[in-house]
């Protein structure tokens, strides 16, 4: 079936594909070689919280979010339970159709142990086919189901798992023989949170430790090919300094590498067949943990293209009584590896009840599709809005 797609809908699908790889590498073409994989809505940080510190979340305080960043923290929340909804626009400078919705929650049972799960939605907006003697239109999308379990080792250290589901309604040829791609994930995490004295000040260090995604490929129908999942990890630190009862800063860093083989480059004078033939043994016939391994010695330039791999993000948060919040970040990537460098700013207010988060960002480069868009999270505190009914029928 020859179908003709609205062309500015089918122009951001296929960029979906990219999307957390940027754009075209300009005068860099031969040097282009971001990492290819499926279901790429995964790798988008949801939260604005995150989102406001250059995506940075791994090694941070505990919060409702952490379920994307590092399950591993739930248990060192203060409430007993929480949920979070997050909204992320994508590409608002094209279309308005475009986003990300998420939810998330937790609750602690007993001291020690914790249950979280989210769900993720990324809608493509409606998209436009047509034939001469038919027309129609589609929604393709992503969504993501995950529940984890975590548990505190000791008294600063934790260890989380998280079970996902996954399925993408996202590809480029919706004839009858197609259908959606599933697949299963699961991720693995760890935290650390202990405190030391600097000075008169009683600060906190923590790192963090989150590889997610560690599952089967995703294949859709009509396709004999499966394609990676984007297996990822994270590694970050936190140090947190109070300057007095109201008043503390901290500072985060963040260190991402995709653990996904690197799609095979033609090489000078090899035949579009041998070609073929290399990139099935190399990439497609790999397996998902095979490919885990293989993703940290493969890229073609050696061990200098591999660190270029590496994506890293900078966040700073300032808080006043634990109830208002500035931040700010920075998030960066090699220029053949996705070319994503952007600055972040954003704020909090939080009560007893819910909470408030929004982030903005700035690119330095025109590969982000979040580019000067906001993106916001609303938080609730179950045992807050516990306790304020159980004020009422006291009263």
């Known amino acids: 079936m020859n179908k003709i797609v609205n062309y500015k809908k089918w122009m951001l699908a296929i960029l979906l594909s990219v999307i957390t790889l940027g754009i075209s590498a300009q005068d860099k ?13 995964l790798a988008i940080a949801p939260d604005a919280r995150g989102g406001a510190m250059g995506d940075v979340g791994v090694a941070t305080e505990a919060d409702a979010n952490s379920q994307y960043w590092n399950p591993a923290k739930y248990p060192f929340n203060v409430a007993r339970a929480g949920v979070s909804a997050s909204y992320t626009p994508w590409l608002r400078k094209l279309v308005n159709d475009i986003n990300l919705a998420n939810v998330a929650g937790f609750y602690r049972i007993g001291d020690y142990s914790s249950l979280s799960s989210s769900l993720r939605y990324f809608s493509l907006g409606e998209v436009f086919l047509s034939e001469a003697e038919d027309a129609m239109s589609i929604r393709p999308y992503e969504f993501s189901f995950d529940v984890g379990y975590s548990r505190m080792l000791s008294e600063c250290f934790s260890m989380g798992v998280a079970m996902r589901f996954i399925y993408s309604d996202i590809k480029y040829d919706y004839t009858a023989e197609s259908s959606a791609g599933k697949a299963f994930a699961a991720d693995l995490a760890l935290y650390r ?5 600097m000075g008169d000040r009683e600060c906190s260090f923590a790192w963090g430790l989150n590889i997610n995604n560690i599952g089967s490929k995703i294949s859709f129908g009509g396709d004999d090919n499966a394609e990676f999942i984007p297996t990822n990890l994270r590694l970050g630190v936190n140090l947190t300094i109070p300057f007095n009862e109201y008043n503390k800063f901290s500072i985060t860093a963040d260190a991402n590498k995709l653990l996904v083989p690197t799609y095979p480059k033609q090489n000078d004078g090899e035949s579009d067949e041998d070609y073929t033939d290399r990139v099935q043994r190399e990439y497609y016939d790999v397996s998902p943990i095979s ?21 890293w993000s900078l966040g700073m948060e300032y808080t006043y009584n634990d109830r208002f919040m500035l931040r700010a970040g920075y998030h960066h990537e090699a220029e053949n590896k996705g070319n994503r460098k952007y600055f972040t700013a954003g704020a909090g207010f939080h009560m007893s009840i819910f909470s408030i988060d929004a982030a903005y960002v700035f690119s330095t ?17 179950l045992d807050g809005i516990k306790d304020m009914f159980s004020t009422k029928r006291r009263r």
């Not at 073409?29 to 809505?41: A, D, L, Q």
């Open 365 to 381: 480069s025109q590969s982000n599709p979040l580019d000067q868009t906001m993106r916001f999270t609303l938080g609730f505190d």
């Open 291 to 311: 490919g885990i391994f293989k993703s940290f010695g493969d890229a073609p330039n050696g061990f200098k293209e591999e660190m270029q791999e590496i994506q």
């Open 29 to 41: 073409k031969n040097m282009f070689n971001p990492v290819n994989y499926g279901v790429t809505s």
């Open 193 to 197: 949170n202990g405190y030391f004295m």
